[in-house]
């Protein structure tokens, strides 16, 4: 497809189970990151990948969150455990090699998650 | 802090000039943005500003930069219901992911 694609679109999960949500970015798009929207809240950086470089991590919140990426593909982004305060929109982004430091972000429509 | 500021809601009717403040962090930024998120929607970006500009016009759009204040603003000409979205704005240090702030929810009423 010509542009990110997120899924699932929607997931629906009980306290306590683990998901897992995935992410392809656009081919050729060297950088991928995953935010986190709460409901009428701004963009929370959780994870950056730029090419072979170690990934930064900052932004993931706890131990239960960890994401993966093979290569400049597919990333996954793994919540175990999950609480009701992870609920939310998780996005995608990705980036193409860089023209100097203009960075410009593509994003997918995120994956909506809803803990019971 | 580390906070991108913005404020959380701006109401305007179709054909006026709507005006989108926002004041960012770090004074090494090198690329400020505006990105739009339409409801159920990614966000797409709309527009960017080099740092050492102060002001960048495309169609309906108006970015102004004072580097002073770290202030950023988006002006949209004759405000449409389809501009009814939020408008996120982003700074770019190069030294770690876009930061983005909060959000400008924008209502256009008929």
């Known amino acids: 497809g010509a542009g990110v694609s997120q899924s699932p679109s929607n997931k629906v999960t009980e306290k306590g189970k683990d998901v897992e949500l995935r992410c392809d970015p656009i081919s050729g798009h060297t950088a991928l990151y995953w935010y986190r929207q709460r409901l009428g809240q701004g963009l929370e950086f959780l994870i950056y990948?730029?090419?072979?470089?170690?990934?930064?991590k900052s932004g993931l919140p706890s131990d239960r969150f960890s994401a993966e990426r093979t290569g400049e593909s597919v990333s996954t982004l793994t919540i175990q455990r999950t609480q009701q305060e992870d609920s939310a929109v998780y996005l995608c982004?990705?980036?193409?090699?860089?023209?100097?430091?203009?960075?410009?972000?593509?994003f997918g429509s995120g994956t909506q998650l809803s803990v019971l | 802090g580390e906070d991108v500021e913005q404020s959380l809601f701006l109401s305007v009717r179709e054909g006026d000039s709507s005006v989108i403040n926002c004041t960012y962090t770090d004074s090494s930024s090198t690329y400020l943005y505006w990105y739009k998120q339409e409801p159920g929607a990614g966000l797409q970006l709309l527009t960017y500003?080099?740092?050492?500009?102060d002001m960048k016009q495309d169609q309906r759009l108006t970015v102004l930069l004072n580097k002073k204040d770290k202030h950023l603003s988006l002006r949209i000409a004759d405000t449409q219901t389809g501009d009814s979205a939020i408008y996120f704005c982003a700074e770019n240090t190069g030294r770690r992911a876009l930061t983005f702030g909060s959000g400008t929810r924008l209502q256009v009423q008929p």
């Open positions: 990948f730029q090419g072979n470089s170690a990934p930064d």
């Open positions: 982004a990705s980036s193409p090699p860089r023209g100097g430091s203009n960075e410009k972000l593509f």
């Open positions: 500003i080099f740092s050492n500009m």
